[in-house]
């Protein structure tokens, strides 16, 4: 079975603050994405990495950054969270080949204050 | 640019009462058409993919099917525990990403 894991299922961060959620594959999956869900909007992609240290954006690449400096783990950070960044954030995986199905994590539920 | 769009916006059936989700898109070359179910508060859990007009899978109660311009989820004597959101998405051209309706909200009554 494919497993996603992220850090924490609920973080409450102040506005300013640097935070950091992370999210490990163990399925040795070459693709890794970040998405926000929010009512209304669905999911949007924020982030996604086909290798190691590798990234392209997705649609809503503002205000965040990511890191992936091993195939297992992807990071993204929030610079200076901001209240519009409280949201649904979802972790995927899935391997290289266009077309494969995506593998998500839980998600963590960020509310910044 | 990609769209996918699912009707209706919410279901609610009787225990054993079966029905259909649609789900309608418009793409250039279609790479895949992925069907997952939502928990609240939880991750979307991958059900189905789909490559070709014609294709079906299934899997319990549930059955997923592809023509050119739309899927459908249909749910064969749903139970309780069937409610849930119900999310299409799809994978086109060169993209890697997803793109995502809005979902559908399955609420199956006992």
């Known amino acids: 079975d494919v497993k996603v894991t992220q850090s924490s299922r609920y973080l409450v961060k102040r506005t300013g603050e640097k935070v950091f959620l992370e999210c490990v594959q163990d399925m040795d999956h070459e693709n890794m994405f970040w998405y926000r869900q929010d009512p209304g909007l669905g999911l949007r992609l924020i982030y996604f990495s086909y290798d190691v240290k590798m990234k392209e954006k997705g649609d809503i690449p503002e205000g965040y950054s990511v890191s992936r400096e091993k195939k297992e783990r992807f990071s993204l950070i929030l610079e200076s969270a901001s209240t519009n960044q409280t949201s649904m954030y979802l972790c995927?995986?899935?391997?290289?080949?266009?077309?494969?199905?995506?593998?998500f994590g839980p998600g963590t539920r960020l509310t910044v204050t | 640019e990609d769209q996918v769009t699912q009707s209706p916006e919410a279901l609610r059936l009787q225990e054993g009462e079966s029905s259909s989700l649609n789900c309608s898109y418009t793409v250039s070359g279609l790479r895949g058409l992925f069907w997952y179910r939502q928990d609240p508060g939880k991750g979307p859990e991958f059900l189905f993919t789909l490559y070709s007009a014609g294709e079906e899978k299934e899997k319990e109660r549930l059955k997923a099917t592809l023509t050119k311009k739309e899927s459908f989820l249909h749910i064969t004597a749903p139970k309780p525990e069937d409610s849930a959101t119900y999310l299409c998405?799809?994978?086109?051209?060169?993209?890697?990403?997803?793109?995502f309706g809005k979902g559908t909200l399955l609420t199956v009554n006992p």
């Open positions: 995927a995986s899935s391997l290289w080949r266009r077309g494969s199905e995506q593998y």
């Open positions: 998405a799809v994978i086109a051209g060169s993209n890697y990403k997803l793109t």
